[in-house]
């Protein structure tokens, strides 16, 4: 008998509606977002980060953090280059259509962020 046992996962949260559903759906339970692409979600204190398999995704919030502001920069994987994790303070740097981005990340997440691109891009 396969009895609930209080323990579900619900890990993976989803980039679009932030409800966090079983790893291994391939849509959201609530809004439907196909979640097949999403390899890691990342709240930060200015926005919020999906990593895909091909492309960084990045949800703007407002000054507080309390809200995405609906404008939303996607970086394909492909198009970025020179990327450059930390240093004394705890920034992603990359060049991007002969643009150099800075993204401040909360040290945790970017360390999170540098083993999954590196794994990405090798
Ligand atoms: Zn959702």
Same mark, same amino acid.
Request: aromatic share 6%; net charge negative.
């Given at each position: 008998? $396969?009895? +609930? $046992?209080?323990?579900? $996962?619900?890990? +993976?949260?989803?980039? =679009?509606?932030g409800v966090g559903n079983p790893p291994q759906s391939s849509n959201c339970l609530v809004c439907d977002r196909d979640l097949e692409k999403t390899v890691a979600f990342l709240e930060d204190d200015s926005f919020d980060l999906?990593?895909? &398999?091909?492309?960084l995704i990045e949800y703007r919030k407002n000054f507080w953090g309390t809200n995405r502001t609906? !404008?939303? *920069?996607?970086?394909? +994987?492909? !198009?970025?280059? *020179? &990327? =450059?994790?930390g240093g004394e303070i705890s920034r992603f740097k990359f060049d991007y259509e002969g643009?150099? !981005?800075?993204?401040a990340f909360r040290k945790e997440n970017l360390e999170i962020l540098k083993a999954l691109l590196t794994d990405l891009m090798d």
């Open positions: 008998m $396969d009895a +609930l $046992d209080g323990t579900a $996962d619900f890990s +993976l949260v989803c980039p =679009e509606c999906e990593v895909t &398999l091909d492309c609906g !404008k939303i *920069n996607h970086y394909p +994987l492909d !198009k970025m280059q *020179n &990327l =450059e994790f643009e150099r !981005k800075v993204i």
